[in-house]
């Protein structure tokens, strides 16, 4: 059973950085496409990032790109998220996921293992 597990989350001021984490269980994921995704109060489930968890190739959605960067620790089997120049309107919950086929997605259905979310708070 495969288990994801977001931490580092938290309230931070406008300008700061955060880094989220995603520790991975349950799973051999050498084929896997491991991403992250926010969803804010009222929105839909959005599309940050993923990376291809052997090659290390990366895919960026547009509202990220340049603030945000993915990486993951293959020996410790755990993602990261690194927020850096975060604005208010960051603010969500956000998510990683695990796709275990296929190349990158950027739409939730395409991804079968969900962590439980981590609280991510930008304040003006």
């Known amino acids: 059973q495969v288990q994801l597990v977001e931490s580092g989350g938290g309230l931070v001021q406008a300008g700061g950085s955060l880094r989220l984490s995603c520790a991975a269980s349950?799973?051999?994921?050498?084929?896997?496409?491991m991403g992250w995704f926010r969803q804010a109060p009222g929105k839909e489930r959005e599309f940050l990032c993923a990376?291809?968890?052997?090659?290390?190739?990366?895919t960026y959605g547009d509202s990220v790109k340049g603030r945000f960067t993915i990486s993951r620790d293959s020996a410790k089997n755990t993602m990261f998220l690194q927020m850096n120049s975060l604005e208010p309107e960051d603010t969500a919950v956000y998510y990683c996921?695990?796709?275990?086929?296929?190349?990158?997605?950027?739409?939730?259905?395409?991804?079968?293992?969900w962590g439980q979310g981590t609280q991510v708070t930008v304040s003006s």
């Open positions: 996921a695990a796709r275990s086929w296929g190349s990158v997605g950027t739409t939730p259905s395409e991804y079968n293992y």
């Open positions: 990376i291809h968890w052997s090659g290390g190739s990366t």
């Open positions: 349950g799973g051999i994921f050498s084929s896997y496409v």
